[in-house]
């Protein structure tokens, strides 16, 4: 796999930091949550308090890059198939439950509040998916 930087756009990804930081930052001032995608999702699922804003964030993820498809570029294809996605989503579920928190609660949120913890789960993280990206590349 390689780069395809005819399809690069770097503002997209930048526009992208933002909207993420500052949800999460309006999730944190106006709610005291943290924005920890999965755990908004599992709350939800269990029914807990505060079902209607979680749906309205679960909501707003899902409607949000229909919107902006029309206002910037769309990625191309991955070219992956729909078991590898799949499987790719069981796995990273799996992985969430297992570090208490996904990339948004533990990168994003536990980075910038300076957690230990969150420190730890990022590099794991980061050395899991750096190990899977070259065993399926180059192996």
């Known amino acids: ?3 395809d930087l005819d399809h690069f756009h770097p503002w997209a990804g930048l526009l992208g930091g933002i909207v993420i930081g500052l949800a ?7 709610n005291g ?3 920890g995608i ?3 999702v599992g709350s939800a699922l269990e ?3 505060g079902l209607s804003w979680r749906l309205a964030f679960m909501v707003g993820m899902l409607v949000a890059p229909w919107l902006l498809a029309g206002v910037l570029p769309l990625v191309p294809d991955s070219g992956t ?3 590898r996605l799949i499987g790719a989503g069981l796995l990273v ?3 969430t439950r297992m570090a208490a928190g996904c990339t948004s ?3 994003v949120c536990g980075l910038a509040r300076l957690s230990p913890r969150s420190l730890v789960a990022v590099l794991s993280f980061m050395a899991a998916g750096f190990a899977t990206t070259y065993v399926l590349e180059h192996l």
Do not use: N
């Open 47 to 49: 029914r807990s308090v």
């Open 33 to 35: 949550r943290i924005a």
């Open 93 to 95: 579920g799996f992985g």
């Open 24 to 30: 999460a930052l309006s999730l944190a001032a106006f």
């Open 105 to 107: 609660g533990h990168g």
């Open 1 to 3: 796999m390689s780069l």
């Open 81 to 83: 198939t729909l078991p």
């Open 38 to 40: 999965s755990g908004i």
